[in-house]
């Protein structure tokens, strides 16, 4: 059961439901020479998570491992709501006068994404950020009837791969890697706008996978000529402290939301967003949730639109994508409702600090960057894989090697720094390297 603190505010409302004035009057009734008159011998106060590492029956690894999923700190009201039965057992809300509560949890959670990517919509969540990328693929090509699709190698490989297995049996439709400048990390602008098009979809990652920050302005000028274009965000943090997607006038926002409330296990379930501009809504895959009056006037909740092709006719339907994560869209509401836009900036800010004190630990210690452009909370060393093997043997997961992706990136090593690696974490990996 999780640990939930009380106030004194808390504490007193709780005296006078019952009414006594104090605590101690509970244990009236124990004799006084069987009571403990004085404080119990634990250490604290301790914040929520230090205080669940300490009940913890053996101490997790130090791990530095990200590369599209990440571990944050996760407030426990997540899991307190979430894990109500109403919620947890919950089916698709066919009927919408039984599933307000279904129905009001997606909306409120479109509503979210919406606002922190800067777009006018957001669908009722996808399967994870790859096949939204996909999916957003595919609206271009049958909203604009474009047959190239241009994607920066700086993308997540998964992402990418997962991109070409959704296009490898549709016809005509070409995938063009754009490649990334070997000194800063950024995708090469020149050959981006060499490549983009009135035929074309252009699609980018912000940050990219190597934890770069694209530079978004240039990006978005190559991109106007671009019949479609999309950003894609595979670490929903960021969206705390940089500057909206929807700034930047894409098509589309699409990615990966796990980082809000969802935990690391056994890499899924995962949970994808995307988000469009109000002239593409009708062409989006997934559902929509919207909030309407009922015949006495109260405010309701049903499925505004729902274009996959179970419900419409096949040749009108936007995708056969045929669920929402309901109860990972969910804890994501509940995760951005604890944490309010201050507590996401301070998040992505912890993130973004902690990375740069390893970094700059690491150049101390000899151990240099392969790029040299802006990072969030992801870098690329070199490390070789005995060193690596090495500390794994130490229980310290130092990062995820890349070199299987990027062949020309010898011993290529991408380390994560998360509000959940403290400075001892970053210590341990330091002294045993």
């Given at each position: 059961m999780s640990?939930?603190?009380?106030?004194?505010?808390?504490?007193?409302?709780?005296?006078?439901?019952?009414?006594?004035?104090?605590?101690?009057?509970?244990?009236?009734?124990?004799?006084?020479g069987m009571r403990l008159h004085r404080k119990l011998d634990i250490p604290g106060p301790l914040d929520e998570e230090?205080?669940?590492?300490?009940?913890?029956?053996?101490?997790?690894?130090?791990?530095?491992?990200?590369?599209?999923?990440?571990?944050?700190?996760?407030?426990?009201?997540?899991?307190?709501?979430?894990?109500?039965?109403?919620?947890?057992?919950?089916?698709t809300p066919y009927q919408p006068e039984i599933s307000q509560g279904t129905l009001q949890g997606i909306f409120e959670y479109q509503s979210m994404m919406a606002a922190l990517t800067g777009m006018d919509i957001s669908n009722?969540?996808?399967?994870?950020?790859?096949?939204?990328?996909?999916?957003?693929?595919?609206?271009?090509?049958?909203?604009?009837?474009?047959?190239?699709?241009?994607?920066?190698?700086?993308?997540h490989p998964a992402y990418r791969a997962v991109l070409r297995t959704y296009l490898q049996n549709t016809h005509d439709i070409e995938v063009v890697e754009i490649p990334f400048d070997p000194v800063t990390g950024r995708t090469d602008l020149e050959s981006l706008e060499n490549e983009a098009d009135a035929d074309s979809a252009l699609f980018v990652q912000q940050p990219?996978?190597?934890?770069?920050?694209?530079?978004?302005?240039?990006?978005?000028?190559?991109?106007?000529?671009?019949?479609f274009w999309g950003i894609t965000v595979t670490e929903a943090i960021s969206m705390g402290i940089m500057k909206r997607p929807g700034s930047y006038h894409p098509d589309v926002v699409a990615g990966e939301a796990q980082s809000f409330g969802n935990p690391v296990?056994?890499?899924?379930?995962?949970?994808?967003?995307?988000?469009?501009?109000?002239?593409?809504?009708?062409?989006?895959p997934g559902r929509v949730v919207g909030m309407t009056r009922d015949h006495d006037g109260k405010e309701s909740f049903c499925l505004t639109l729902s274009t996959r092709e179970q419900?419409?006719?096949?040749?009108?339907?936007?995708?056969?994508?045929?669920?929402n994560q309901g109860l990972c869209a969910l804890r994501a509401s509940l995760y951005l409702s604890?944490?309010?836009?201050?507590?996401?900036?301070?998040?992505?800010?912890?993130?973004?600090?902690?990375?740069?004190?390893?970094?700059?630990?690491?150049?101390?210690?000899?151990?240099?960057?392969?790029f040299n452009a802006p990072v969030f909370h992801e870098f690329v060393v070199s490390m070789d894989e005995k060193k690596r093997l090495a500390l794994q043997e130490k229980g310290i997961i130092p990062g995820i090697p890349i070199e299987n992706h990027y062949p020309e990136l010898?011993?290529?090593?991408?380390?994560?720094?998360?509000?959940?690696?403290?400075?001892e974490d970053c210590r341990c990996l330091l002294e045993n390297i």
């Open positions: 640990y939930l603190c009380q106030t004194s505010h808390d504490l007193n409302i709780i005296l006078d439901s019952i009414g006594i004035d104090t605590a101690e009057k509970v244990f009236s009734s124990i004799p006084e230090s205080l669940r590492k300490s009940f913890a029956c053996r101490p997790s690894g130090v791990v530095f491992a990200g590369g599209g999923i990440y571990r944050h700190h996760i407030p426990a009201l997540v899991d307190a709501v979430a894990s109500r039965q109403e919620f947890l057992t919950a089916y009722a969540s996808m399967y994870d950020g790859a096949s939204a990328l996909a999916e957003a693929a595919l609206m271009a090509t049958k909203l604009k009837g474009i047959r190239r699709i241009i994607i920066t190698r700086a993308t990219n996978y190597f934890g770069i920050i694209e530079p978004m302005e240039k990006i978005a000028k190559i991109a106007s000529k671009a019949g296990c056994a890499g899924g379930p995962l949970l994808g967003f995307f988000c469009v501009n109000k002239n593409h809504v009708r062409r989006m419900h419409i006719r096949r040749e009108k339907a936007t995708s056969n994508i045929c669920s604890a944490m309010g836009p201050e507590g996401l900036r301070y998040v992505a800010s912890q993130c973004a600090s902690g990375a740069r004190y390893l970094m700059g630990s690491l150049h101390d210690k000899g151990i240099q960057r392969i010898k011993d290529a090593m991408l380390i994560t720094v998360t509000e959940m690696n403290t400075k």
